[in-house]
């Protein structure tokens, strides 16, 4: 059974730091793109990163671009999300996901991916 567990949310005022971790278990994710995505209270869930199965490449949303860094553990099944200079409308709950597909191709469409955790809370204060 495929599972993902993300962790690493918090309390934590503007202009600080946070790092997200996602384990996976119950597939070879090793071969997949994973993605992080967010969704704050009414709103769409929305892409954050992406990451290539190597590692290799990375996407971001322009909105994280030089403010976020998605990387990767393949031995340890783990994705990680390091958050810099947060921002108060950074607050969201964050889910990392497989993609559906073994593409090798980062996609930012929520539909791509699959296995969604239950995500971990992260809350800006200004």
């Known amino acids: 059974q495929v599972q993902l567990v993300e962790s690493g949310g918090g309390l934590v005022q503007a202009g600080g730091s946070l790092r997200l971790s996602c384990a996976a278990s119950g597939r070879t994710f090793s071969l997949y793109v994973m993605g992080w995505f967010r969704q704050a209270p009414g709103k769409e869930r929305e892409f954050v990163a992406g990451?290539?199965?190597?590692?290799?490449?990375?996407d971001y949303a322009d909105s994280v671009k030089g403010r976020f860094t998605i990387s990767r553990d393949n031995a340890k099944n783990t994705v990680y999300l390091q958050m810099n200079s947060l921002k108060p409308e950074t607050t969201a709950d964050y889910y990392c996901a497989p993609r559906r597909t073994r593409s090798l191709v980062i996609k930012s469409t929520r539909d791509e991916y699959d296995y969604w955790g239950q995500g971990t809370q992260v809350t800006v204060s200004s």
């Open positions: 990451i290539s199965p190597s590692g290799a490449v990375r």
